[in-house]
């Protein structure tokens, strides 16, 4: 059944492997095994079924759990028998190693993304950017390609957090923004027995080489190139099947408690009350209108009112999130300043008005990532879609290419996938733009590779 799937698929990987890819390295991924390998390395943690093809699948794949061990194992095999020398880390980050030309010390030019999931997830973020890696290892192995300098393949561990939560952890602890400590103690969210340390035990995983960027103790790395889905519909929408990603917007999350005073709703006139909740509604649609104005996002995810809030009572107390997001920091800032000038007006506009104060939860800077790794991928594109088929962008989320971007030249490639839908069940990249995107991956590495060696002769 699985393999007449693959069958069906074939027709289109082909016509797209011969017409479309006239690639520069002379180099040629096999889209075709591409794809049946990230499918097969799904039948790792498939579930939430919601089709009759095979593929037709979601994933819950968390991070060391029992099929995150498996594939792990499995990827373990592969790069060894490609070879590659295979280092893990105290986090557990695999870093697997293809030796270059000239026999260089410097760190390796890295392919990285992640092989967990979240627990309603898909089939593409993350692992296609592991198995693109993959690929293009063995597309320069069987054609005895060798880049100059050392290349590699870095799988990530717990991107998600979602089983034990802290996103970007271990890229987190690696770039030194996230102490070890703090992450081997991060526990399951269904079962605080089991910690991240206690299932890297359990699995073999705690290596024995420092998890930092370090060289003395640590893995350095030269460069780090990620494929990523895009995960939002921002190439679909403009027709264009390669985003060149420069950076990642910066953002603040703050929480807003609105102060009020509980009364009856019966007997109580508009002008005699302190309504908490009108407040922050009015709130919560000013910061849309200004953030819409800005070019920028402003969300708010979570609203609570005290648990003894009743029908036939205004709520004494609401507290709200507020997310901003920009790629430039500068607007991040006049974002809140002016939210927070609207709220002072809000908050004396109903009844006898209310107070608020905040606090600043999260404050994470808008990244930018290297202009030669930017330019190496741009070089890619160029060459296989064209410019026009081509946009720059800035990711809307968060990757582990934004940590390892504190340490080494790093920069991402996205991908369009189905309606923009990701941490879903039914995420999907069709053969076509998982194929493109991974030749894009090998072409930048290949660029980038020639031109680090230009630039030390
Ligand atoms: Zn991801």
Redesign the pocket.
């Known amino acids: 059944m699985y393999t007449n799937t693959i069958g069906a698929l074939r027709a289109s990987t082909r016509r797209f492997s011969t017409s479309r890819v006239s690639a520069s390295s002379g180099l040629q991924i096999n889209s075709e095994r591409l794809w049946n390998t990230l499918h097969q390395t799904c039948e790792w943690g498939a579930t939430h079924r919601y089709g009759e093809n095979p593929t037709e699948t979601g994933m819950a794949r968390l991070t060391l759990n029992d099929d995150d061990a498996r594939v792990r194992q499995w990827f373990a095999g592969e790069v060894q028998k490609l070879g590659c020398s295979l280092s893990i880390d105290q986090m557990g980050n695999m870093f697997a190693k293809q030796a270059g030309r000239l026999g260089s010390p410097a760190p390796m030019i890295a392919m990285g993304?992640?092989l967990d999931t979240q627990p309603r997830g898909g089939r593409y973020?993350?692992i296609l950017?592991v198995m693109a890696a993959l690929e293009v290892l063995r597309t320069m192995k069987e054609n005895g390609f060798q880049t100059n300098f050392d290349v590699g393949v870095v799988n990530w561990t717990n991107?998600?957090g979602a089983r034990f939560p802290k996103s970007m952890c271990s890229s987190g602890v690696w770039a030194g923004a996230i102490p070890i400590q703090k992450a081997w103690d991060l526990r399951d969210i269904h079962d605080s027995s089991v910690t991240l340390r206690s299932e890297l035990e359990r699995h073999g995983y705690l290596g024995d080489i420092a998890c930092s960027s370090d060289p003395a103790t640590g893995y350095p790395l030269g460069a780090h190139f990620e494929l990523?889905?895009e995960?939002g519909p921002i190439l679909p929408e403009n027709n264009r099947s390669i985003g060149v990603v420069r950076g990642a917007q910066g953002y603040r999350w703050l929480t807003m408690t609105v102060h009020g005073k509980d009364a009856h709703t019966g007997t109580t006139p508009f002008s005699a009350r302190q309504d908490p909740l009108l407040a922050s509604s009015r709130m919560i649609a000013a910061s849309h209108d200004i953030a819409k104005k800005h070019d920028a996002l402003a969300s708010t995810g979570i609203i609570k009112v005290p648990s003894n809030a009743s029908t036939n009572t205004v709520s004494s107390q609401v507290t709200f999130t507020l997310d901003i997001r920009h790629p430039q920091d500068s607007v991040v800032y006049a974002v809140q300043d002016e939210c927070l000038k609207a709220f002072e007006a809000i908050a004396s506009q109903d009844g006898k008005g209310v107070s608020f104060d905040w606090t600043l939860d999260t404050d994470s800077p808008a990244v930018k990532f290297d202009d030669d790794c930017v330019a190496s991928i741009q070089a890619a594109a160029d060459k296989l879609v064209g410019r026009e088929q081509s946009m720059l962008m800035t990711s809307g989320?968060g990757?582990?290419t934004v940590y390892t971007s504190q340490h080494c030249p790093s920069a991402m490639i996205f991908v369009p996938c189905r309606d923009g839908v990701?941490h879903h069940p039914t995420e999907y990249c069709s053969p076509q733009d998982c194929a493109l995107g991974t030749q894009a991956l090998l072409e930048a590495v290949v660029h980038y590779d020639q031109s680090r060696a230009e630039k030390e002769k």
Do not use: L, N, Y
């Open positions: 993304s992640h973020d993350g950017g991107e998600e990523h889905i995960q989320a990757h582990d990701s």
